[in-house]
């Protein structure tokens, strides 16, 4: 339920204020601390009221009346910060002269908090009228509308043949993992388990494997059993004892029928299908009744939650289907509106791929629609209408696609619902960087302190859960798999749009000129091509996101206009979020130092600007982003930033830190960055000392230098050994004479440590293996300059996947990898190699390699022998080689050919060929 998703962000946020802002509430933190606590108690009740408010419009305006006040008294607080904190930075004069309106508006809050709590005694009281009861103690089951959601869901093994199309591979796959015979693993009992979102068609895909002839001919017994959110133990297993037992005694215990189930399936090779599976306590309470008689039975899952796959069957990978493609999509279309292919008019085509378009490849959103034009006559007219409001007919039809990803939705922990809504903001089909949706979400404060772990841990661990629920898709991975960006399939956008405005979450502006009405109080606004936005609505206004096209330049600089006038009426004082990436060259006013609330400030690949001197006043600044700009930032604000978590500057010479400045308010003498986890492009050189400002940021997890690194190694090398946390690390000697690397480096102690990059000149040679971090996984070594082969001591590192030797990195003529070494090599790169003519890979030297790449190594005279023995390769990429080396591999006659024939993917300047 969106609402009680956010009262609860709100509770957890008024809590927050109350410790950290304790002395700018004297008067009212005994009555904030009184509502807090009585919001808190409410939202045990919002998740029943939400089940009524369908069919009760005062239940409904009930909720929206708890959702008001908690907003009313989260602006009350942030404002009365504000006020105090502005006092302090007034002149005597003006102090003095400011008095009476001080006191005024201090008065004015406390009658306006006193209101809300005699609201909120109301609105408590209320419930009992509305009959709504606490769910959390009653345990009562889900509204009526659900339940009947379910029920229409509930499947059975009958199959229609009508809506399959596109699976193929995926049925081959799954029937061979479930009849395949492999007398060390497959004869005993396994799960193979299909996820995937809402509407994919899971069970579409088990009822056809389920069905087949491999899989009727191959098990004796076979049950197909539909779990569902609302399920019981006892239940499921009473409906699997009727089917395969036809019945068992009424007065069972769920141990006893599990013991009966497991003694009657011993003797059988089986097939248990479990449709619908929302959680692994569902698994844990039936799998004792499914023995394992090692002949091969198995049982064959469908769920949205990946966890549940995992934990029932560690040792098998789940099958995850992919939606459809744009042609199969097409093809499932036709055949569900009943047109043939080659008969489809032109002008009924172009409209219809526009509606296939706008599923997504979901073929429940596909199925629906064209069962709906099936019903319709085949004109122009239908179509565009349909094209016109595809997304409120997914919602209207009989069986909407939009509720059944609901439930998806009604499945999500509280902590999660109002992260999953805050793709809301983002436009349709983007590519959500990681790095930026988990200090977004932080500055929102909406990832709950869990313990003694860092926030971008919990936040990261939350993206983590969205993907394996299937509610968001992983977009890319980084090179050590973790998840670099993500995106949401646009009808869930659609639902996260939704609960959004219920809960008045946040406002979308897709059009230039579009307004606001004025009565809507707008907390998070994304813009799209203008900055428009009604003066009466911003005054509450905690977020604003720009997305407009790459490096979209808006005439006029309206940025300036819009923030300093939003300023200086009092309109921005409570923003949390200012969010510009792509916008080109904003100019940023003198006045952005009074929004003392600010925590997220994203000005990435906006070229040229300035940020304000004022910066400094942003006491709750969490993260600054300049990366990829011309912007130059002074240092001086920077070191008095102290809740400063994240630091993206560019990496050049205007990217200095320089010794902090004094600080009488500081017990040290001297202001430090101990929060900061991210400093990625600073420059060090030797009017940079890092003993004394940078090395007090202990707690760095990655870190990005360059500049004259080597005229400060001795301090730098002994910072890396203080940085415990530390996991991303790239220096890079791009100044200083001989553009050289610090001597002295280790890394040993650096034991989070998996990705190195290092960019300059070895002042000796390769440090020994044991400097290197114990669990490297990614290497990547510039401009080097080795003379000896760097090979004999990098196979030696044990983690290591990924190795890049690029421009310079060795100088020369031949490398060796020898046998045995490394063992967990997954990618290597070799680019810009000029000295190197023979590389050598003897037999047994990198067994798991997957992917190899030459640039540019112009001398190298062929590919090594040794590479027809690496059977795990499966891409090899050639760019930028001369012919004579592309001509010994490529052509059929190549007499290099047979060395590389058992790759699937090779491309040669950019041409593959199988």
């Known amino acids: 339920m969106a609402v009680e998703a956010v009262v609860s962000v709100l509770v957890e946020k008024l809590a927050a204020l109350l410790i950290e802002e304790g002395k700018f509430l004297d008067e009212v933190r005994d009555q904030v601390d009184w509502i807090r606590a009585e919001l808190q108690g409410m939202t045990c009740f919002l998740r029943d009221a939400d089940d009524k408010q369908e069919g009760d419009a005062r239940v409904k305006n009930w909720i929206a009346e708890i959702r008001d006040a908690a907003y009313d008294v989260e602006d009350i607080v942030d404002t009365l910060i504000l006020r105090k904190e502005q006092k302090k930075n007034e002149n005597t004069i003006k102090r003095y002269m400011s008095i009476f309106g001080d006191l005024k508006f201090r008065y004015e809050a406390i009658d306006d908090i006193g209101r809300i709590r005699t609201k909120l005694r109301e609105i408590s009281e209320r419930r009992s009228t509305y009959g709504i009861k606490n769910l959390a103690v009653t345990g009562e089951a889900s509204s009526y509308a659900v339940k009947r959601l379910r029920e229409r869901r509930r499947s059975s093994p009958h199959f229609d043949e009508s809506d399959v199309i596109g699976v193929e591979d995926d049925l081959e796959t799954l029937k061979s993992r479930l009849v395949d015979d492999d007398p060390e693993n497959d004869l005993k009992r396994r799960v193979v388990s299909i996820v995937g979102m809402g509407g994919l068609g899971k069970t579409t895909l088990a009822k056809k494997v389920y069905n087949s002839k491999e899989v009727t001919d191959r098990f004796q017994c076979r049950l197909w059993i539909y779990v569902s959110q609302s399920y019981s133990a006892k239940g499921l297993l009473d409906e699997i004892g009727k089917k395969v037992m036809k019945k068992l005694e009424d007065d069972l215990t769920p141990g006893q029928m599990e013991e009966r189930l497991s003694f009657y399936l011993e003797m059988e090779r089986y097939l248990i299908v479990m449709d619908d599976v929302w959680d692994v306590d569902a698994w844990n309470s039936v799998k004792a009744a499914f023995p394992d008689s090692r002949n091969g039975s198995r049982v064959l899952l469908t769920t949205r939650n990946r966890e549940v796959a995992l934990q029932a069957d560690l040792r098998s990978a789940p099958h995850e289907p992919k939606l459809l493609s744009d042609e199969n999509s097409w093809v499932l279309f036709l055949k569900k509106v009943g047109i043939d292919q080659n008969e489809c008019p032109p002008c009924l085509e172009e409209l219809g791929k526009q509606i296939v378009k706008k599923c997504g490849g979901l073929p429940l959103a596909i199925v629906l629609l064209g069962g709906l034009l099936s019903r319709k006559e085949a004109s122009y007219s239908a179509w565009s209408r349909l094209l016109e409001r595809v997304s409120w007919q997914l919602e209207q039809d009989e069986t909407p696609c939009s509720k059944i990803l609901a439930l998806s939705y009604i499945d999500l922990p509280h902590y999660l619902k109002p992260c999953f809504i805050y793709f809301g903001l983002f436009p349709e089909d983007y590519e959500i960087y990681t790095r930026r949706l988990i200090a977004l979400w932080i500055a929102e404060g909406l990832v709950q302190h869990r313990d003694n772990e860092p926030l971008e841990d919990v936040a990261e661990d939350y993206i983590d859960e969205l993907i394996d629920r299937s509610m968001i898709q992983v977009a890319r991975r980084r090179l050590d798999d973790k998840i670099k960006t993500c995106r949401m399939h646009d009808l869930l956008r659609d639902l996260a749009l939704k609960k959004a405005k219920e809960a008045n979450f946040l406002h979308i502006s897709e059009n230039v000129g579009s307004t606001l009405t004025y009565e809507l109080k707008i907390r998070r606004y994304a813009a799209r091509k203008n900055f428009d936005i009604c003066p009466?609505?911003?005054?509450?206004?905690?977020?604003?996101?720009?997305?407009?096209?790459?490096?979209?330049?808006?005439?006029?600089?309206?940025?300036?206009?819009?923030?300093?006038?939003?300023?200086?009426?009092?309109?921005?004082?409570?923003?949390?979020?200012?969010?510009?990436?792509?916008?080109?060259?904003?100019?940023?006013?003198?006045?952005?130092?009074?929004?003392?609330?600010?925590?997220?400030?994203?000005?990435?690949?906006?070229?040229?600007?300035?940020?304000?001197?004022?910066?400094?006043?942003?006491?709750?600044?969490?993260?600054?982003?300049?990366?990829?700009?011309?912007?130059?930032?002074?240092?001086?604000?920077?070191?008095?930033?102290?809740?400063?978590?994240?630091?993206?500057?560019?990496?050049?010479?205007?990217?200095?830190?320089?010794?902090?400045?004094?600080?009488?308010?500081?017990?040290?003498?001297?202001?430090?960055?101990?929060?900061?986890?991210?400093?990625?492009?600073?420059?060090?050189?030797?009017?940079?000392?890092?003993?004394?400002?940078?090395?007090?940021?202990?707690?760095?997890?990655?870190?990005?230098?360059?500049?004259?690194?080597?005229?400060?190694?001795?301090?730098?090398?002994?910072?890396?050994?203080?940085?415990?946390?530390?996991?991303?690390?790239?220096?890079?000697?791009?100044?200083?004479?001989?553009?050289?690397?610090?001597?002295?480096?280790?890394?040993?102690?650096?034991?989070?440590?998996?990705?190195?990059?290092?960019?300059?000149?070895?002042?000796?040679?390769?440090?020994?293996?044991?400097?290197?971090?114990?669990?490297?996984?990614?290497?990547?070594?510039?401009?080097?300059?080795?003379?000896?082969?760097?090979?004999?001591?990098?196979?030696?590192?044990?983690?290591?996947?990924?190795?890049?030797?690029?421009?310079?990195?060795?100088?020369?003529?031949?490398?060796?990898?020898?046998?045995?070494?490394?063992?967990?090599?997954?990618?290597?790169?070799?680019?810009?190699?000029?000295?190197?003519?023979?590389?050598?890979?003897?037999?047994?030297?990198?067994?798991?390699?997957?992917?190899?790449?030459?640039?540019?190594?112009?001398?190298?005279?062929?590919?090594?022998?040794?590479?027809?023995?690496?059977?795990?390769?499966?891409?090899?990429?050639?760019?930028?080689?001369?012919?004579?080396?592309?001509?010994?591999?490529?052509?059929?006659?190549?007499?290099?050919?047979?060395?590389?024939?058992?790759?699937?993917?090779?491309?040669?300047?950019?041409?593959?060929?199988?």
């Open 536 to 914: 009466s609505s911003i005054y509450c206004l905690r977020s604003y996101l720009f997305f407009g096209s790459k490096r979209q330049y808006v005439s006029g600089n309206p940025v300036w206009k819009f923030l300093d006038s939003g300023i200086q009426n009092k309109g921005f004082g409570l923003l949390r979020v200012l969010d510009l990436e792509d916008l080109f060259k904003p100019v940023l006013p003198e006045a952005l130092g009074q929004l003392i609330h600010l925590r997220y400030i994203g000005l990435r690949r906006t070229g040229s600007g300035s940020v304000p001197s004022s910066l400094g006043n942003l006491r709750n600044l969490q993260t600054l982003d300049v990366k990829y700009t011309q912007i130059t930032v002074s240092d001086r604000p920077i070191w008095q930033l102290q809740q400063l978590r994240h630091l993206y500057i560019n990496g050049d010479i205007r990217s200095k830190i320089m010794h902090p400045p004094v600080s009488h308010s500081c017990r040290c003498g001297s202001l430090s960055l101990k929060n900061l986890r991210t400093l990625s492009g600073v420059f060090i050189d030797a009017e940079t000392p890092v003993k004394g400002g940078l090395d007090n940021s202990v707690h760095l997890r990655e870190l990005k230098a360059c500049g004259d690194l080597a005229s400060q190694g001795e301090s730098l090398s002994d910072w890396l050994v203080r940085l415990d946390g530390l996991r991303v690390l790239k220096l890079e000697a791009s100044a200083g004479e001989g553009k050289s690397l610090p001597k002295m480096m280790r890394f040993s102690t650096n034991r989070h440590l998996y990705r190195l990059d290092l960019y300059g000149k070895f002042p000796e040679k390769l440090f020994d293996v044991h400097k290197f971090p114990p669990n490297l996984i990614i290497l990547t070594l510039f401009g080097c300059e080795l003379e000896e082969d760097p090979f004999p001591t990098l196979e030696k590192l044990q983690n290591l996947k990924t190795l890049k030797l690029l421009s310079k990195s060795c100088i020369r003529k031949e490398l060796v990898c020898s046998s045995g070494g490394f063992q967990r090599l997954q990618v290597l790169k070799l680019a810009g190699l000029h000295e190197l003519e023979n590389w050598k890979v003897e037999e047994g030297a990198m067994r798991g390699l997957k992917m190899l790449e030459f640039s540019n190594c112009k001398r190298l005279k062929m590919v090594p022998d040794g590479l027809r023995h690496i059977t795990t390769l499966q891409e090899l990429k050639v760019f930028g080689m001369l012919e004579r080396f592309t001509t010994r591999i490529q052509r059929s006659d190549g007499v290099d050919r047979y060395k590389i024939m058992h790759i699937p993917s090779i491309d040669i300047k950019g041409r593959s060929f199988p």
